[in-house]
């Protein structure tokens, strides 16, 4: 392990073990899929065949008499919900209404006594369809006679992420659309010295959390009560909230641990549907999606991007433009965003004069995509790296020192309007190529490459928590972040111990139970780190600062007189630990102090993003040129992380990021072909496995207290995702000399451009 | 049907149905949650349990097949004392897990093997390993934490 510094921190950059440790070795962690209610009942979907239909009649009666079966809801039985939700726009419905827009769209559900029982009334329900002509790319979402998807204008989402206007349901299939431009494109490629231009494509993925999409409902009068797999429990709670139109107070959700997130689970999925179930039903009822109905729940947004840069004499890059299509399918969920993303992200970090960026996303009658680690911008890092190092080939260059000399630099403002870059990429590609043998001789067949990804990160900062100090001196965070796997249970007991000079193992977490844990936006764009972070080491701060002034009340003197030491407090001669002021306090060994902290868009967190996430990765690989098959000789990645609140953590992100990114670059691929989807199992959609492991893995860490985190820290975990396809495609032409603008870069396609190439 | 089968050192009996899977008994009936469900079609191990010391995956396991046999799961591995096994230990002091979906899984999988090959090199634990899928980790800690709890096994074995 790398990237420990020196620092006088006690806890905190230091790799202490997870707290969830003994419990998810033992067995013992609980996931939704693990847990039951009294009187709970079970839900089964049945799906649409068909990708693009109307539903002329549903026939339930059958499946309503089966023995053990509650009921049957469908989309006709929805009087008295509002029953679309989104958190872009509101396009979605929570069983379809009328109308089916993909082929696994949840066309009806039955509440039975138990799974098994719900599965086999599935079949007894009799749905008639009208079939209507589909379209499965944007492409044919443009065309002059496609079909509509969406016929009528939506209400915004009651929780946009961004700051655009929705082009949704507005007379056309586009759902989005978002442009970015500074300079003058056109006048900068004509004076260029070299330019590159190029079409890509980056395909559908699936994020595989191993958990599929769980969640549990118990509606009544009482309020809506829902236990979930989600990432962002505050925002399904805003949509469940509108759905069963009651006040904030009465939807509570609860996350317990998470099996995988990636992105995927993020925003609202399958707990609008439960909780009607449960509302029809009158019990509590658990839907548990198989990984197959995951597969048909959410993906990433493929993109066709076109691009084109330009370099100046002196190899400066001084234009860069961009058309970008993506495939969103058949509901908006949070693409709009990712578009507004993949827009900014087609800068890269690099400072350019010149930039024209157009994006837009359509919809088609495919599986909807969302949010996937890192928020489109694998999808324009692909075109954006390969450009860097087909420009540097061009015109001579080595493609590291061409991107040193382009890469955005300590404090620049190089993105106009945004915040100034806060990382060191220079540090980040030197380390990297250091890792991979930079300059030392290759192999016949090797491809050895650097890439770097920048991406605008952080979310929105809206965030509060509370620190409850006890009377015995230990401490519980009360937080609404969601531990999917990053660690959060573990780094912000970090953070807390060091702020109030307490040992580690007496911080305590609860988390991400909406009628407890005070707001926090979401669990996601690697924020929780530089936002949760941030709201704990305030919160301790001011239970401090209350601890300080109740240390006066008690030794009755001036809270002037007061001094804060690592666990406690002087005055005079008298010390007292948090434990001896509280309890003196109270006259009781009993009774607390709650901390608080409220993170919004102002101060440190004003300017937009909330920091800048860096990453760097290197690759060798070789390529069998007989079979084209791919072997990834070594990886290293670098997280510029600002100060690692737990190094082995953030390397654990980045070793995890790169290798979905590596999956992506070498096989991950949701296939169509027409209106079904091919590969929807896990038999067919191939993952990286250990066999995969590259031979070498370095990892390593920047830490230069840069953030605007804690410490100066900043988040990571996407970054080293982002860069991997262009890495591997990059590498693939260094080794055998063929230029592949497209991922994943299978063994098939590999040896087709091969063959091309050898014509 | 009837089904009596030793699990986790202790004679057990259960009734269930000719179709239920392993993983259903133990999870639904017996509450051992611990070993986990994803793919459901023997493709990702996180189901993995031990019969008779070798790797099942319980989703696909029927249940009546484990009669008279002699079942581990991870419930089983830690002892009485609260010590936990060399290759629980590992996975935490190497950070092994993220999410810990997979991690029940893994750890049975990895104990077929050290259970096997006491001192595995990297090859032969990327290749026992391979029906086992992680999303979060990248492999990298597990295969570290295999080779530290071989370490730890026969330091013990020593002593
Ligand atoms: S759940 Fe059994 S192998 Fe995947
Ligand atoms: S730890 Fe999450 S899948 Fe392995």
Redesign the pocket.
């Known amino acids: 392990m790398s990237g420990e510094t020196k620092t006088d921190f006690q806890i905190v950059n230091h790799s202490i073990p997870r707290r969830d440790g003994r419990v998810k070795v033992t067995g013992k962690a609980q996931y939704v899929a693990d847990l039951r209610l009294i009187g709970m009942a079970y839900a089964k979907v049945l799906r649409s065949p068909l990708a693009h239909a109307k539903i002329i009649s549903i026939d339930k009666s059958k499946a309503e008499a089966h023995p053990g079966v509650y009921c049957v809801v469908t989309g006709f039985d929805l009087d008295g919900l509002n029953p679309y939700f989104g958190h872009a726009v509101k396009d979605h419905p929570l069983l379809a209404i009328d109308k089916v827009r993909y082929a696994g769209e949840p066309v009806a559900a039955v509440v039975a006594i138990d799974e098994r029982t719900a599965f086999e009334a599935l079949e007894f329900i009799d749905v008639k369809y009208e079939e209507l002509k589909g379209i499965f790319t944007p492409q044919e979402a443009l065309a002059k006679d496609a079909p509509l998807l969406h016929e009528k204008k939506f209400e915004a989402g009651a929780l946009r992420g961004f700051e655009g206007d929705v082009t949704a349901g507005q007379g056309t299939n586009i759902c989005q659309t978002h442009k970015i431009q500074w300079g003058d494109v056109d006048k900068a490629f004509k004076e260029a010295a070299a330019v590159i231009e190029g079409d890509y494509y980056f395909p559908m993925t699936y994020a595989y959390a191993?958990e599929p999409y769980v969640a549990i409902a118990d509606v009544t009068d009482q309020g809506v009560n829902v236990y979930s797999s989600a990432q962002h429990p505050f925002m399904v709670r805003h949509d469940l909230k509108n759905i069963f139109n009651l006040p904030v107070s009465k939807v509570r959700l609860i996350v317990p641990f998470v099996?995988?997130g990636y992105g995927s689970k993020s925003y609202t999925k399958v707990e609008p549907l439960v909780a009607a179930c449960s509302w029809k039903a009158k019990r509590p009822v658990k839907l548990q999606l198989t990984v197959e109905e995951a597969m048909l729940t959410t993906r990433s947004d493929d993109a066709y991007t076109w691009m084109k840069t330009a370099v100046d004499k002196n190899g400066k890059i001084i234009a860069r433009q961009a058309k970008i299509m993506m495939n969103t399918g058949a509901y908006a969920e949070n693409s709009p965003l990712v578009v507004e993303k993949s827009t900014n992200r087609c800068v890269g970090p690099y400072a350019i004069a010149n930039v024209l960026i157009e994006n837009m996303s359509l919809y088609t009658n495919t599986v909807p995509a969302s949010s996937y680690r890192g928020f489109g911008c694998a999808q324009v890092t692909l075109p954006g790296e390969s450009q860097i190092d087909e420009l540097a080939t061009k015109i001579g260059r080595d493609p590291y020192e061409f991107r040193l000399q382009n890469a955005a630099k300590p404090g620049e403002e190089f993105f106009p309007g945004m915040r100034p870059f806060d990382g060191t990429l220079k540090q980040d590609l030197d380390t990297a190529a250091k890792a991979i043998g930079w300059g030392t001789p290759l192999a016949k067949g090797h491809g050895r490459t650097v890439a770097v990804s920048g991406s605008d990160a952080g979310a929105y900062p809206l965030t509060s928590t509370a620190v409850r100090v006890h009377a015995d001196g230990s401490a519980t965070i009360m937080t609404g972040s969601t531990e999917l796997?990053q660690g959060s249970h573990t780094v912000l007991p970090q953070i807390a111990a060091e702020e109030l000079g307490i040992t580690y193992d007496k911080v305590n977490v609860i988390s991400s139970d909406t009628a407890i844990t005070p707001y926090d936006r979401s669990t996601g764009a690697s924020r929780t780190t530089t936002l949760m972070g941030s709201a704990v080491q305030e919160a301790c701060q001011e239970a401090i600062a209350q601890m300080v002034v109740m240390a006066a009340d008690v030794l009755k003197v001036k809270k002037e007189e007061i001094q804060s030491v690592r666990g406690g407090v002087r005055c005079g001669e008298v010390e007292l630990n948090w434990s001896q002021v509280i309890s003196k306090f109270y006259a009781l060994p009993d009774g607390e102090v709650i901390g608080r902290s409220y993170i919004r868009k102002s101060g440190k967190f004003a300017a937009l993003p909330v920091f800048w996430e860096a990453a760097a990765t290197g690759v060798e690989l070789s390529v069998d040129e007989d079979t084209g098959k791919i072997t990834m000789e070594k990886l290293a990645t670098v997280g510029d992380v600002g100060l690692a609140i737990n190094p082995a953590l953030a390397e654990g992100q980045d070793i995890g990021a790169a290798t979905m990114g590596m999956g992506i670059g070498l096989f991950e691929e949701l296939v169509y072909e027409g209106s079904q989807l091919m590969n929807g199992s896990i038999l067919d959609y191939r993952l990286p496995r250990f066999s995969d492991l590259p031979k070498q893995v370095e990892l390593h860490l920047v830490q230069n207290r840069d953030g605007v985190g804690p410490y100066g820290a900043k988040g990571g975990g996407e970054a080293s995702l982002n860069s991997m396809a262009a890495n591997i495609a990059n590498a693939v032409d260094k080794a055998v000399g063929v230029r592949i603008r497209q991922a994943p870069l299978t063994p098939e396609r590999v040896w087709r451009a091969l063959k091309e190439k050898n014509k | 049907m009837n089904l009596q089968f030793t699990l986790n050192g202790k004679p057990w009996s259960v009734d269930c149905e000719p179709a239920d899977t392993l993983a259903e008994v133990l999870r639904n009936q017996l509450n051992l949650n611990g070993t986990k469900v994803s793919c459901e079609v023997q493709v990702c191990g996180a189901c993995t349990v031990l019969v008779d010391n070798l790797p099942v995956s319980a989703c696909t396991y029927l249940a009546y097949e484990a009669r008279g046999k002699n079942l581990l799961t991870v419930e089983g591995l830690e002892k009485a004392d609260g010590t936990l096994h060399p290759i629980q230990q590992a996975f935490i002091d190497d950070f092994a897990?993220?999410?810990?979906?997979?991690?029940p899984g893994m750890i049975m999988a990895a104990k077929s093997l050290l259970d096997e090959n006491p001192n595995p090199s990297r090859e032969e634990i990327i290749h026992h390993m391979d029906g086992n899928i992680?999303?979060?980790?990248g492999y990298v800690p597990i295969v570290a934490a295999i080779q530290r709890a071989a370490g730890m096994i026969a330091k013990e074995k020593k002593q």
Do not use: A, K
């Open positions: 191993m099996g995988g796997g | 897990f993220q999410c810990g979906y997979c991690t992680c999303r979060c980790t």
